[in-house]
């Protein structure tokens, strides 16, 4: 969700508007606003006597407990959000299962960090093949050496992938 236009514009706006320079939408067009937010502004200046933003709305509070939580992990203190989602929907049917992202969300206001797998890009070969490509670490190094962190790891999957793309348009175009 955007940020809260400032204070400042919305008092301007909505003293142009009280000294009669213009309707809404000329004052939106003229301060880079939306009509109904030029709209909105007026109206609650004159209901509320100010012009400070709302509070955003909260939505659904969430029913993953921190107790649950600490008790998955406990069990499992090296998994990854998919396993420790699968670990709490283990004993849960249909409408009292969570989403992942619910679970990460609930973990990261519980104070967690959330690891993130890279298990199966690093582990499978020890070469990136395609039909036509193949990425070969340097001599002598393994993919798990060459890889020192996960910028490293992502970076050599993105340039693979923009080489193999390369090489596909160029076959295309020399057809």
């Known amino acids: 969700m955007a940020e809260a236009h400032p204070i400042e514009l919305r008092q301007r706006l909505v003293e142009a508007h009280e000294r009669g320079e213009g309707g809404y939408i000329v004052l939106a067009r003229r301060f880079c606003v939306g009509e109904a937010s030029a709209k909105q502004w007026v109206c609650q200046f004159r209901r509320e006597g100010h012009v400070k933003p709302r ?90 050496s060459c890889i020192a962190s996960k910028d490293a790891l992502f970076a050599l999957c993105r340039n693979f992938t923009l080489l193999v793309r390369d090489q596909e348009r160029a076959a295309l175009m020399n057809r």
């Open 55 to 144: 509070k955003k709305g909260g939505g659904t509070p969430s029913d993953v407990s921190r107790e649950e939580l600490d008790a998955v992990l406990a069990q499992h203190p090296d998994a990854n959000a998919g396993k420790i989602t699968a670990e709490y929907n283990r004993e849960r049917r249909g409408k009292q299962r969570r989403h992942v992202s619910s679970i990460k969300r609930a973990l990261y206001r519980a104070g967690y960090v959330v690891r993130k797998s890279l298990d199966r890009l690093i582990e499978p070969p020890l070469l990136l093949t395609t039909s036509q490509t193949t990425l070969k670490p340097p001599h002598g190094a393994t993919v798990h």
